[in-house]
Structures are given as structure tokens and as C-alpha cells.
T-cell receptor, first 110, second 114 residues
Framework: GIQVEQSPPDLILQEGANSTLRCNFS?????LQWFHQNPWGQLINLFY???GTKQNGRLSATTVATERYSLLYISSSQTTDSGVYFC????????????FGAGTQVVVTP | GAGVSQSPSNKVTEKGKDVELRCDPI?????LYWYRQSLGQGLEFLIY????????KSGLPSDRFSAERTGGSVSTLTIQRTQQEDSAVYLC????????????FGPGTRLLVL
């Protein structure tokens, strides 16, 4: 099946800093989503972005499907950004299955 | 409803017992998914429903696991003869019509098998 690798595995940021999270995948996809899992375990969808660039407030994401990677940018980080960020992809030959990466654990310190 | 809801929030059971987990998707969403999250395995896909049909059951780990969806809405995940390795958080998600859309997750059911 499709492989999903996220980097870095852990990230410690000071409040106000910017960061970039990366997601590499091993095959063609028709579905790519970024999620934030907060400290209470709730998964929140950040972006549906199988290709192109999107922005939502301090967050933005870019997927270059032809080169099999996606980037999530966090600007002016806040303590509420802490949690685990997951990239999940759906291969072109799959139905509804999303394959999740292992996640990036982000801690934002005051 | 306003979001995906799941019940129970927590379930403790003894090894060998059967359990049923329930998912209520967002009203009007035709696509529904089950995943589980455990420390050792991360987030794993279990099954995908489109309406009442399940085009993809490839993630169900054994024949002890089954799921159904009735009326194109509520879904139940059943685990028979539970084992300790079934302990995990079981997550349900839904999307509006197709799988190529934003998936919205419920809060999960935390299952502990003693």
C-alpha cells in the first residue's frame, strides 16, 4: 500500500515562531488531508488539498502531487497550536481509505 | 446533527465479551468511515460506507470485526470475542457525498479490554 512519511516527528516552538511540516507519499493520490489532533484527542480537519495551495488564517498548505509531497505552514504560532498534526492520503486506486502518517508532535511554549 | 457523535465515550470490557460501538454521522452525509488509533499502530482505516453499502472493508483486522449501517445514517461497529489487542480509540468520520471530500471526525470511543 501507499506509504506516508511525515517530518519532523517532533517540533518545539516558541510562541510567535513559524514552522513547516512535511508529508511525503509514495504513490499517486486523489485525496490528501491535514488534521490537527488536540490534547483532548479530537481530530480537526485543517485542509482538503490533493493539489495546489490553500490558506486559512495563520495556516497554509501546499501539495505538489507530481512530486509526491505536501507542506503545512504554521505562522506566528500560538500555544493553542500544540498537538499532533497528521497528513492522510488516499491512493488513486483506493475507495474511501485514508492512509495516515505517523504525525508531527508540536509543542508551542509561551 | 452539528457534528459526528459516538457512543459510548468509554467502554471497559472483559476479554471474550462482545462490544458494540455506535456512530451518528453529520446529518445528510452519505459517506462514513471507521478508524482506530492505538499507540503501537497509529491511525488505521477499518471500513468505508457509501450509503448502506461498504465498498471497502479492507481494514477490518479479523472476522471478529463487523460493521453495518442502516437507513444511510447510524453505523454500528461490532467486535466479537474481544481480545486485549483490540484496546484502542475507535474513531468515526463522515463526509458529504464522496470519499474525495473533507472528512469530519467524531470524538471517538475509548475501548479497554481487560
Amino acid at each position: 500500500g501507499i506509504q506516508v512519511e511525515q517530518s519532523p516527528p517532533d517540533l518545539i516552538l516558541q510562541e510567535g515562531a513559524n514552522s513547516t511540516l512535511r508529508c511525503n507519499f509514495s504513490d499517486s493520490v486523489n485525496n490528501l488531508q491535514w488534521f490537527h489532533q488536540n490534547p483532548w484527542g479530537q481530530l480537526i480537519n485543517l485542509f482538503y488539498i490533493p493539489s495546489g495551495t490553500k490558506q486559512n488564517g495563520r495556516l497554509s498548505a501546499t501539495t505538489v502531487a507530481t512530486e509526491r509531497y505536501s507542506l503545512l505552514y504554521i505562522s506566528s504560532s500560538q500555544t493553542t497550536d500544540s498537538g499532533v498534526y497528521f497528513c492522510a492520503v488516499g491512493a488513486t486506486d483506493s475507495w474511501g481509505k485514508l492512509q495516515f502518517g505517523a504525525g508531527t508532535q508540536v509543542v508551542v511554549t509561551p | 446533527g452539528a457534528g459526528v457523535s459516538q457512543s459510548p465515550s468509554n467502554k471497559v470490557t472483559e476479554k471474550g465479551k462482545d462490544v458494540e460501538l455506535r456512530c451518528d454521522p453529520i446529518s445528510g452525509h452519505t459517506a462514513l468511515y471507521w478508524y482506530r488509533q492505538s499507540l503501537g499502530q497509529g491511525l488505521e482505516f477499518l471500513i468505508y460506507f457509501q450509503g448502506n453499502s461498504a465498498p471497502d472493508k479492507s481494514g477490518l483486522p479479523s472476522d471478529r470485526f463487523s460493521a453495518e449501517r442502516t437507513g444511510g445514517s447510524v453505523s454500528t461497529l461490532t467486535i466479537q470475542r474481544t481480545q486485549q489487542e483490540d484496546s484502542a480509540v475507535y474513531l468515526c468520520a463522515s463526509s458529504f457525498q464522496t470519499s474525495q471530500e473533507t472528512q469530519y471526525f467524531g470524538p471517538g470511543t475509548r475501548l479497554l479490554v481487560l
